[in-house]
């Protein structure tokens, strides 16, 4: 079975301070890791994903992502919070690749607001 | 990336009527899946949408309560029937692009259904 965990509903930032947005995931097989950004009254924007490769990952707006495979966790980070980033965030897992393995299994959210 | 549009943004309806949410996007793509966010919760995969066959139910979803169709490569519906308070929910639609990966989706704005 898949899952994935977002243990803090709400995430509290100083503007300028870093953030982390926690995520852990269970998965059959490798993991393939996502995290999406939902704006108020707008759809999910896809921020960067783990396939193979270099553990850290680099998406848009200046986030970043790590996984660490023996703590089975993708954190997303980003080193100086802006306002704007204030947002729903999203991640997701899945376990397939290609046609067969459509599922994209998603955490619960974590809401995250910059204070000023 | 790819530029989806949902027809209607939101709506509010009786019991026991059915909506039809429609989803249309700016280039052929091969996968289209939908999705339902209830309230205060995570993303839920109902079905993707096949063209030209019979789409394909997560379990927990029947054709008979959220019939789908996909007539060609860039459009689909998700009809929600006999509807019931428990319904109300935002549905998205995504999209996966080919050449690209299948991992990758990209979401429409979704649609914010409220049943009475």
């Known amino acids: ?116 | 990336s790819a530029v989806i549009s949902q027809k209607p943004s939101r709506d509010i309806c009786q019991r026991g009527t059915s909506l039809t949410i429609q989803c249309q996007v700016d280039s052929q793509v091969t996968m289209m899946f939908w999705y339902r966010q209830q309230p205060g919760q995570s993303l839920t995969l109902i079905a993707t949408a096949n063209q030209g066959s019979e789409a394909t139910y997560e379990s927990g979803f029947v054709i008979d309560k959220f019939p789908i169709s996909r007539p060609n490569l860039t459009f689909s519906t998700l009809t929600v029937s006999n509807m019931s308070p428990e319904d109300s929910s935002i549905y998205l639609c995504s999209v996966g692009l080919a050449g690209i990966s299948y991992n990758e989706q990209f979401f429409g704005p979704g649609t914010r259904l409220t049943v009475l």
Not at chain 1, 46 to 51: A, E, H, N, P, Q
Not at chain 1, 65 to 93: M, R
Request: charged content about 15%.
């Open chain 1, 1 to 116: 079975a898949q899952s994935v965990a977002q243990p803090e509903d709400q995430v509290n930032v100083a503007e300028g301070n870093p953030l982390t947005v926690k995520c852990t995931y269970s998965v059959s097989g490798n993991p393939y890791l996502f995290w999406y950004v939902q704006y108020p009254n707008r759809g999910l924007q896809f921020l960067l994903k783990y396939i193979t490769g270099d553990n850290l990952v680099k998406g848009s707006y200046g986030f970043e992502a790590e996984f660490n495979k023996s703590q089975t966790s993708f954190h997303l980070k980003k080193p100086s919070a802006l306002v704007s980033d204030s947002a729903l965030y999203f991640c997701a897992v899945r376990s397939g690749w290609g046609t067969g393995a459509n599922n994209l299994f998603f955490g619960t959210g974590t809401r995250l607001t910059v204070i000023p």
